[in-house]
């Protein structure tokens, strides 16, 4: 998994690219977060558009960044969730707790 990140109206966009299931990118991506708030960055959107594959490790890593955000007054919300994605989110109820969007766009728009 490669993660990039950038800003968007205030927000910070993390993509993540090919198969996220945890590992050595899932301490990068706290270390992300965590460095984001500290900077006074509390809206973070995660880009699942070019996610080919994510495993239960790689639910994990998004539920601990959601709880980071939260904690620390922040939030996060998912943007194009492909059809597999969605649907592992649908199994596993996570549907309920992240807020997820079409677009990078429309979830960005959501935190004004």
Known sequence: MKIKTNEKYGALIIEFKGNVMGGPEAQEFQDLLHKSLEEGKKNIVVDLAAVKFMNSSGLGLLISGFTTMKNGG???????????INSLLIITKL????EHFDSVDAAVESFN
């Open 95 to 98: 549907i309920t707790i992240f």
């Open 74 to 84: 922040g939030s996060l919300k998912l943007a194009n969730a492909t059809e597999k």
